[in-house]
């Protein structure tokens, strides 16, 4: 039977054909699907972890005892799981273990664009590609597989555009598998990566690449096809898709899904053959570089850019000197959509009475919150990675002390991210004696991935009722004392807080407590937050027009230049009432019911 899959999904499946046990991730672009799909099989026990690090550590666990184990992060969850990683890879498993490293190139969601493929030579573990859905699926279950049957962990590289494309995939039936036999004399033979253990398991590493260099040289995932021409391409990923859509039947292709270690042998057969040849992929020059250290001359980065996705366009036009026509549109009728905080989202009124403060430094990371940033709000100076605004703040804290100017860094994180790593700069704000605010902005859900939950909603990955870790009581546990928790839609106690952080010279948590404005209200948010408010408008007769109201960048609310009024459209509007509440002459009221 076949069914329309997006690559995540097909990843999922694969896992559940392949017999896998425990399945453990943290939401992040363009990964997230995987788990959320695994979850819907009940025979694989799904979780959402706290970081990458912690879901590579559980599936590891889960591997080590003897069940087969996944899991899948972003690209850049690869650098905080990549301790464990490395000493997994020496090990080798018990129970098969896969993870995934969804990479962004053109970073549409993502704050780098590194080239995750640089991990597996780096590690010394397997690496499959896919180029499409069915790959997905296909190379997610020969991982398995292969994990178990050369000792070693298996990296599935895909790219954002593998992850969310569809396309109709071939399903099978689950293998269920028995769970291997685990003893403590296994765990200190091979899991207690002691230095002397270690050095001997070193040599296994070398061995087993060995094995899988024959493994590659022979896999049905590297694959030729011959169509008679004395030019070829090399190419893997979604890469190889656009090269085959470009160029046809007219050159030979070299298609490989084992990308480590790469099959030299039959790279060299294949390189012999033409005259001409290609190496087609995205972002780094990794197949590139291997075949010039085989002596193989090839053409590729320096005509194919190395930044940035590839498409059909580009390689045409770099390759076979086509330029694709664009179509003319008149720039007037194109509507900016800048990315913005949606309507009614509780991070709205911190940031319009933060952007405010003088004299301070808003170090921010990665999530929702990261929107405040842009115009009109300019509530964001920093965003380097998850959790690392409570520790970019404590340095900059330190220096801006020591200058005497008064200045004060604002630290800005949300509660998904505070119980990824953010929890740890606060520990090191407590135990070193900061004086930085810290800023916890809990909209009661891991919201920008898509709605995931977390230790603070008190929810599993699988929707089961479970342990609601509260925030301030964690905080006031860390020995801080000066912790407030607010309303981020009631303006006045928003800028009472920040003129109370700002009197002492002290480290201070300021936790904003409110649910996503596109979080469906739970019993439990109704019972502390109220039921859902009445929607706004603008009274023109008492407008103004001062746009005071357009300052808080909610996109309900537009401008009508003609009649000089402010507007809301009733469809976008959730009654937050930061509007009305910013309004100097009381124009913006609530709509009967």
Not at 478 to 496: A, C, Q, S, Y
């Amino acid at each position: 039977m076949k069914e329309l899959m997006s690559g995540n999904e097909a990843i999922a499946r694969g896992a559940y054909e392949a017999g896998v046990h425990f399945a453990a991730a943290y939401p992040g672009t363009p990964s997230t699907e995987i788990i959320e799909n695994c979850a819907q099989y009940k025979e694989i026990r799904s979780e959402w972890a706290t970081n990458e690090k912690v879901a590579m550590e559980t599936a590891i666990g889960a591997s080590i005892a003897g069940g087969r184990a996944l899991s899948a992060m972003k690209m850049v969850g690869v650098n905080v799981a990549a301790d464990p990683l490395f000493t997994y890879a020496y090990m080798g498993v018990n129970g098969g273990f896969v993870f995934v490293s969804a990479d962004d190139p053109s970073m549409f969601s993502s704050q780098n664009e590194q080239d995750n493929r640089n991990f597996a030579p780096f590690a010394r573990i397997a690496m499959l590609e896919p180029s499409d859905p069915q790959e997905c699926l296909d190379m997610t279950k020969a991982g398995f597989e292969i994990s178990e049957e050369y000792n070693t962990t298996v990296m599935i590289r895909t790219t954002t555009r593998v992850n969310h494309g569809q396309s109709l995939v071939e399903l099978g039936e689950r293998k269920e598998v028995p769970l291997k036999h685990y003893d403590r004399a296994m765990g200190q033979t091979r899991f207690d990566a002691v230095p002397a253990l270690s050095k001997k398991l070193r040599v296994q590493l070398e061995d087993r690449l060995e094995k899988l260099r024959e493994y590659s040289e022979k896999s049905d995932f590297n694959f030729e096809i011959d169509n008679g021409s004395k030019t070829g391409v090399i190419s893997s990923g979604v890469a190889y898709t656009y090269a085959r859509e470009v160029f046809g039947k007219t050159v030979n292709y070299l298609k490989l899904g084992i990308t480590y270690p790469l099959p030299a042998k039959k790279i060299q057969a294949f390189a012999d053959k033409v005259d001409k040849l290609y190496v087609i992929e995205e972002l780094d020059p990794y197949i590139e570089n291997e075949l010039k250290k085989l002596g193989i001359k090839c053409i590729g980065k320096d005509i194919l850019p190395a930044i940035g996705e590839l498409s059909t366009a580009i390689i045409k036009e770099k390759i076979l000197g086509e330029v694709e026509e664009e179509i003319d549109i008149p720039k007037d009728k194109l509507v900016p959509r800048p990315p913005t905080l949606c309507a009614g989202c509780p991070h709205r009124g911190f940031f319009y009475e933060l952007g405010k403060v003088k004299n301070i430094m808003i170090t921010s990371d990665i999530g929702c919150y990261g929107l405040g940033g842009a115009a009109p709000l300019n509530a964001k100076d920093t965003c380097i990675c998850m959790g690392g605004g409570v520790g970019t703040g404590h340095g900059a804290q330190y220096i801006m002390d020591k200058k005497g100017e008064g200045g004060r860094a604002f630290s800005i994180m949300g509660d998904s991210t505070f119980f990824h790593t953010g929890i740890n700069g606060v520990i090191n704000a407590a135990y070193n004696k900061s004086t930085e605010v810290i800023c916890i902005l809990d909209n009661r859900i891991t919201a920008m991935t898509g709605h995931q939950d977390n230790p603070g909603t008190g929810f599993t990955a699988g929707g089961e009722a479970t342990e609601e870790i509260d925030i301030e009581t964690l905080v006031r546990a860390f020995g801080i004392d000066r912790v407030r928790t607010i309303n981020p839609h009631k303006l006045d106690e928003v800028k009472d807080a920040l003129k109370w952080a700002g009197e002492k010279n002290e480290l201070t948590v300021l936790i904003t407590r409110y649910p996503c404005a596109l979080k469906k209200y739970s019993e439990e948010d109704i019972g502390e937050f109220g039921p859902l408010k009445n929607k706004f408008y603008v009274n023109t007769d008492t407008c103004i027009g001062c746009k005071k109201c357009t300052k808080t960048g909610c996109p309900a609310i537009h401008f009508r230049t003609t009649e000089k009024k402010s507007s809301i459209n009733p469809d976008m509007c959730v009654g937050c009432s930061v509007c009305s509440q910013v309004c100097p002459v009381k124009a913006i009221l609530p709509l009967e019911k």
